[in-house]
C-alpha cells in the first residue's frame, strides 16, 4: 500500500468532484478534511480480497460526507431553527399598531421573492400557519418552510446592512 501523502495527492480530485457532486457549497474545507479522514479510514481497513481499493474508497468518502451533511442538517433542526422563530415571535408581539400594519409589513417585503414575500403577508397579516399556506398555495410545507428560510434570511442581512 502506498504512503497517505501519496494516496492524498492520488485521491485529492476524487475528493473534489465528490464534494461537486453533493453540491456542497458551505464549509468545503470541513467536508474535504472530512474527505481525508474517509481516505485514511479507507486505507487501514481496506480488504484486497473485497474489490478495488479506488471503489472502495470512492464509497467511503461519499458515505461519510452523507453522514456529516446528515449530521449538519440535524443540528441546524434543533438549533438554528428554534432561534429564527424565537426571533418571529419577538416581533410579532411589538405592541405598535404602525408596526402590523399591511404597509409596513410591505415594506419588509422590499428584495424578496414573491413567494417569500406571499410567506410574511399571510403569517403575519393572515395569522396562518405554514400547514395553512402550503394549502392555500398548493405547495408542500416544505416548499413553505424554503420561502420562510429565504425571507428571514434576506430581511436579516437587510436588517443588518442598516446598523
Request: glycine content about 4%; overall charge neutral; charged content about 30%.
Amino acid at each position: 500500500m502506498e504512503s497517505f501523502d501519496e494516496l492524498v495527492v492520488q485521491y485529492q480530485p476524487m475528493i473534489r468532484k465528490i464534494i461537486k457532486s453533493l453540491h456542497i457549497y458551505k464549509n468545503q474545507h470541513e467536508f474535504y478534511q472530512t474527505g481525508l479522514i474517509a481516505l485514511w479510514e479507507a486505507a487501514q481497513f481496506f480488504d484486497e480480497r473485497k474489490g478495488s481499493f479506488s471503489n472502495y474508497a470512492y464509497t467511503s468518502i461519499k458515505g461519510k460526507m452523507l453522514s456529516e451533511m446528515t449530521q449538519n442538517n440535524h443540528y441546524k433542526e434543533k438549533h438554528i431553527l428554534p432561534q429564527q422563530e424565537e426571533f418571529w415571535e419577538r416581533i410579532e408581539g411589538q405592541d405598535s399598531p404602525l408596526f402590523l400594519e399591511k404597509e409596513t409589513i410591505q415594506s419588509y417585503c422590499e428584495g424578496l421573492t414573491k413567494k417569500e414575500a406571499a410567506w410574511v403577508m399571510k403569517s403575519f397579516i393572515n395569522q396562518l400557519s405554514i400547514k395553512e399556506i402550503a394549502e392555500s398555495e398548493k405547495v408542500t410545507v416544505s416548499a413553505v418552510k424554503h420561502w420562510k428560510l429565504g425571507a428571514i434570511r434576506k430581511m436579516k442581512e437587510k436588517l443588518a446592512n442598516l446598523h
